[in-house]
T-cell receptor
């Protein structure tokens, strides 16, 4: 039973380019969370999705960032026109439902903006 | 005020020591509470849940005080392998998991 799969593990982009980060949740999990972690800082909540629905996006920057979790395929975190401040580790986590606090995390995608 | 606050440390302790971490949360409607562990540059993993009655898992004891909105984690007989960052997690009534910034523990030989 594969865990949460994130790709790419490492991504380098120049300022102004787009970054797309993918997350495949664990089998049977319908809830996906995205978190951002800056160096030497904690995990910051970005967005919480179910299949085809955004449940809570209160942590998403208002511009340039978007997330989706389609009926088929992985969840995608998209960052348009990246800036240096977007450099961070982006962790995806999944859970089977609302009534559990156990999240299963992927290994993270490390974005570096040059 | 941050939703979940922790002392970032680092806590430097010798092997065998007992160490305690604290965490406070601001939303009294929070539903449930957890401690996660994160090793350097790796993904966080669930350490243990936190129940109102307190709960123990081997050398680890977690406590919750709802009245004071305070959570603690006690580690007895520290091992070198306990060195990590410990993250306090609070689940809101909407299901959102909010992480504290973490407390770093370094256990020295």
């Amino acid at each position: 039973n594969a865990g949460v799969m994130q790709n790419p593990r490492h991504l380098v982009r120049r300022r102004g380019q787009e970054a797309r980060l993918r997350c495949s949740p664990m089998k049977g999990h319908s809830h996906v969370y995205w978190y951002r972690q800056l160096p030497e800082e904690g995990l910051k909540f970005m967005v919480y999705l179910q299949k085809e629905n955004i449940i809570d996006e209160s942590g998403m920057p208002k511009e340039r960032f978007s997330a989706e979790f389609p009926k088929e395929g992985p969840s995608i975190l998209r960052i348009q026109q990246v800036v240096r401040g977007d450099s961070a580790a982006y962790f995806c986590a999944s859970s089977p439902g609302l009534d559990t606090g156990e999240l299963f995390f992927g290994e993270g995608s490390r974005l570096t903006v040059l | 005020r941050k939703e979940v606050e922790q002392d970032p440390g680092p806590f430097n302790v010798p092997e065998g020591a007992t160490v305690a971490f604290n965490c406070t949360y601001s939303n009294s409607a929070s539903q449930s509470f957890f401690w996660y562990r994160q090793d350097c540059r790796k993904e966080p993993k669930l350490l243990m849940s936190v129940y109102s009655s307190g709960n123990e898992d081997g050398r680890f004891t977690a406590q919750l005080n709802r009245a004071s909105q305070y959570i603690s984690l006690l580690i007895r007989d520290s091992k070198l392998s306990d060195s990590a960052t410990y993250l306090c997690v609070v689940v809101s009534n909407t299901g959102k998991l909010i992480f504290g910034q973490g407390t770093t523990l370094q256990v020295k030989p």
